[in-house]
């Protein structure tokens, strides 16, 4: 993106577009401006969720992990790659909706998915998953 992409948002199909952009935070720009503590946090939570995945046997709560995984890795492994220009290259835009890249939806999916699980879990079994 950082290499093709001309300057300015562009329209690709339906309410989707690209607009290159840098976030040195976390989800939604918290904590931006602070590199070291989002990579710290993102850093923790990335072994938090390899743990879980490491210890899930069914195939779906391996996939909702997949998706942590991959997505967290991927924003970490960037910001490292970047972290003299301002944090994680965010470029897909949407309306009312903050800029974010694939990494992004992938956490996005995942996090859902890991809800969905939860409520399902609690709803079947009727307590709090262990």
């Not at 710290?40 to 998706?67: D, K, N, Q, W």
Request: with cysteine; glycine share 12%.
């Amino acid at each position: 993106m950082l290499a093709h992409q001309s300057p300015g948002p562009h329209h690709l199909f339906g309410p989707l577009g690209i607009d290159v952009g840098r976030n040195s935070g976390v989800a939604f720009s918290f904590i931006a401006g602070h590199s070291a503590v989002a990579f710290a946090v993102t850093l923790v939570l990335t072994v938090v969720v390899a743990v879980c995945a490491l210890r899930a046997a069914p195939v779906l709560p391996s996939v909702v992990f997949g998706l942590l995984l991959g997505g967290g890795l991927s924003n970490d492994v960037d910001r490292v790659a970047r972290h003299a220009s301002g944090g994680v290259v965010d470029f897909l835009t949407l309306p009312h909706w903050p800029t974010f890249n694939l990494a992004d939806s992938a956490i996005t999916v995942g996090v859902v998915g890991l809800l969905a699980l939860v409520l399902v879990r609690h709803h079947i079994f009727g307590q709090a998953p262990s």
